[in-house]
């Protein structure tokens, strides 16, 4: 699906998963509520329009589940990257809601932080933004979507522009997407897409 000229636009669609109930240690394999499958489907009848072809997502079952309807009506599979994980912040440890936002709030002051059992925001960009640009090198000019999760959505923009940080992640809804164009793979801009 790379045959299209490089000099046509590129869109990544990221596609912030839909509610899912937390249970903490349980990262890899919860899905999503009731009330998120639901936003799931209302994502596949705004973005049908959109013509996406190519579908990635991280190997976080809350965001498969949000993407599955999508991908299964255009008849695509969705690869999944490593990379595209979430970035832990607590570790094993239970924060709680407010301990939880704080050393949140200091991974974005501090770029290197590393939050004991956490990844620190450059670790967690770092293997994040090489699958984006793995993307826009194999697939210029084609549309994809990406099921991902608030904080890593909010670091893979920052890495295309710095104003996307802690303030950005605290207004992103659940499901939330956001489209980034690029030209010849550089950075053109984005906005956001109201699915539900």
């Known amino acids: 699906m790379s045959g299209t000229a490089p000099n046509e636009e590129t869109r990544l669609y990221f596609v912030r998963h839909a509610h899912s109930p937390y249970i903490h240690g349980r990262e890899m394999e919860r899905g999503l509520s009731a009330a998120g499958r639901a936003d799931a489907e209302n ?21 498969i589940d949000t993407l599955a309807p999508l991908a299964e009506s255009a008849g695509q599979p969705i690869l999944l990257f490593e990379g595209l994980q979430e970035r832990l912040v607590s570790g094993s440890r239970d924060l709680g809601a407010a301990g ?49 999760h608030g904080d890593i959505l909010t670091l893979m923009l920052n890495g ?37």
């Open 160 to 196: 295309f522009a710095p104003e996307f940080g802690f303030e950005f992640w605290q207004r992103l809804s659940m499901p939330d997407v956001y489209c980034a164009f690029f030209d010849q793979g550089i950075y053109r801009g984005v906005e956001r897409i109201r699915c539900v």
């Open 43 to 63: 994502l596949r009848l705004r973005l049908e329009q959109e013509n996406i072809g190519i579908f990635v997502s991280s190997p976080y079952r809350r965001a």
């Open 100 to 148: 939880f936002l704080e050393e949140k709030a200091r991974c974005y002051a501090d770029f290197d932080y590393c939050p004991p059992g956490g990844e620190s925001s450059r670790a967690a960009a770092g293997r994040a933004m090489p699958v984006l640009r793995e993307l826009l090198h194999n697939h210029a000019g084609q549309r994809i979507a990406i099921g991902t």
